[in-house]
């Protein structure tokens, strides 16, 4: 049996391990930026929301605002549960179709 070099043997460990160091910081990094840019878009909203009221308040109506392109903006929020099957069966059952044939 061939004798191995354990200092060899951990410096090639240490690159793999690099590597894959590497790229779960680059994910993170990634993933930093996203909360990073989504904080500065809710930020930038809210800003928008009390220019467009103030708007408002110093007598601009909400047609004259619209006619200059100046729409409120509208927020959506996004939804984060999903259809229970209980909701699923009160939605079949409201358009006349039985849970069983709609899931078939």
Same mark, same amino acid.
């Given at each position: 049996?061939?004798?191995?070099?354990?200092? #060899?043997?951990?410096? #090639?460990?240490?690159?793999?391990?690099?590597?894959r160091?590497?790229?779960?910081?680059?994910?993170?990094?990634?993933? #930093?930026?996203?909360?990073?840019?989504? +904080? @500065?878009?809710? *930020?930038? %909203?809210r +800003?928008?929301?009390?220019?467009?009221? #103030? *708007?408002?308040?110093?007598?601009?109506?909400?047609?004259?605002?619209?006619?200059?392109?100046?729409?409120? =903006?509208?927020?959506?929020?996004? $939804?984060?549960?999903?259809?229970?099957?209980? =909701? %699923? @069966?009160?939605? *079949? @059952?409201?358009?006349?179709?039985?849970?069983?044939? %709609? $899931? *078939?």
């Amino acid at each position: 049996m061939a004798t191995l070099d354990i200092e #060899q043997t951990r410096n #090639q460990a240490r690159a793999l391990l690099d590597s894959r160091i590497e790229s779960v910081t680059a994910l993170v990094k990634s993933r #930093q930026r996203i909360t990073e840019l989504r +904080d @500065q878009l809710v *930020a930038a %909203e809210r +800003d928008d929301k009390r220019a467009y009221v #103030q *708007a408002t308040r110093d007598g601009w109506s909400a047609e004259e605002l619209k006619k200059l392109g100046l729409e409120p =903006s509208a927020v959506k929020r996004r $939804r984060t549960a999903k259809r229970s099957a209980g =909701s %699923e @069966q009160d939605a *079949a @059952q409201e358009s006349g179709t039985s849970f069983s044939e %709609e $899931r *078939a």
